[in-house]
């Protein structure tokens, strides 16, 4: 009997073992010292910041869990920010300005109560140089460490800018304001996980910290003195870092095994094309962690830009037109409660049917299918 | 008694001769501070008359424009697409290029010392 028990506890120990990662776990094969590390990122994750603490005085939420907390910290969010840049193609600067001098790119809708007493203010002013307001949910950000550690050529070998294989789709890299390839982001403006975690910090929470020393402006004009009462730098380094080794790590939540009908529609969106942008799987490159080195990441994204028509268009950002977005990763689309960029699509069917410009072809090819492909495509999407 | 002569007599001289071992400070208005910051990013506004220069930069979406001051003396070169460093005009610079610049604060405000281009935002730059 007590053999008997032994061996049923090691089969589904070891059956755990082999479990794929649920969301808001780690990636499989860390280290303890990773393992810790991830475990005090939570920590500061969840933590949430008060004005004392140096909240503010602009910000959009209290904690990063605020925003990505469904299911799980790093999850999806209801919460809808607001982001205004100004577009002037053909002009004598650059076509893109993202009103940095302004307080942009994003323009906070909460402020401190010590703020809102100095200015009279319930949220930050977009300024009237603004030419587009670009409504952003929160998307969950389980393995995003993953999509970090891809080498750029991998991300380039899929840009066709110029459209010379013909297929309808020209995806071209976006570069942040210093040349480097960008990939976070809805716009892919941002190049490393880093930066994105550490400037959020500043633009999401309104936190300090030796990476973004200095507090922002209110649309471009300093913070009345006594505002922000928290000396600087409000977080410190090492937080910093235990926030950035929490989001890395987190693993992308494993596919669900697919149903006949799930694995014909894996087939139906290569088929009509959707693989043509939402590439099913990249390859990390050489990592300092194990974990995330030479893997295969299902991102179902090539990371680049594509023209998705003027429906969908709103700001520019870096190279970025109001018509270009990235291409968004599907990898957890079944987490999702809302699609697209700012949420407007409720189901992943109305999704595919707002895709315009170079998602023209796949959309209506989908549109075309009878019910039980499009049914069978969409249960694939649900896999995710 | 002779020690604290001695002792009063070193502890008068020391301090002179510390000071003789230092190089002579010039004045505060003629010295050009070591650089205190460098900034690399994308020009935003270039205003070769009144020789000044806006530069977009920042870490993920929190942003910031820095302005500076180009006294004509500055260095300008060019090192994008692998140039060896040739010296070029302010009135080259355009917005959208890339740059890397060192400088530092005065009371009129930020001072460029060395400006280097490096690159253009651009798909393929």
Known sequence: MTRGWIALVAICSAAACRRPPQPGEPLRGLSAAERARFDSGKVVFDSAFTPEKGLGPLFNGRACASCHEDPVSGGVGEEVEHHATAFHPGGPGRACDELAALGGPVFQDSVTPLLRAALGIEKEPVPPQATAIAERTSPDIFGRGLLDAVPDSEILKYADPDDRNGDGISGRPNRFLDGRLGRFGRKAFVPTLREFNDGAFLAEIGITSPSVPDEGTVAGKPLPAGTDPAPDPELSAHSLELTDAFVRLLAPPAPLKQSSEAHRGSEIFAQVGCAGCHVPKLRTGDNPIPALRHQEVAAYSDLLLHDMGPELADICFGLATPNEFRTEPLMGLRLAKHFLHDGRAKTPEQAIQMHAGEGARARDLFDSLPPADRAALVAFLKTL | ?125
């Open chain 2, 1 to 125: 008694m002779h020690r604290v002569t001695l002792l009063s007599l070193a502890s008068l001289i020391a301090p002179l001769a510390l000071a003789a071992q230092r190089p002579p400070t010039p004045p505060p208005a003629a010295q050009p501070t070591a650089p205190h910051d460098s900034v690399r990013g994308a020009i935003r506004a270039v205003d070769a008359r009144a020789r000044t220069l806006e530069v977009t930069t920042g870490v993920g979406y929190a942003l910031r424009v820095v302005r500076l001051q180009v006294p004509a003396s500055v260095p300008i070169t060019d090192r994008k697409g692998g140039s060896q460093g040739a010296p070029i005009k302010l009135a080259e610079l355009k917005p959208g290029d890339v740059i890397r610049a060192a400088f530092g604060g005065r009371a009129t405000g930020f001072v460029a010392y060395t400006i280097e281009r490096v690159g253009r935002m651009e798909s393929t730059p």
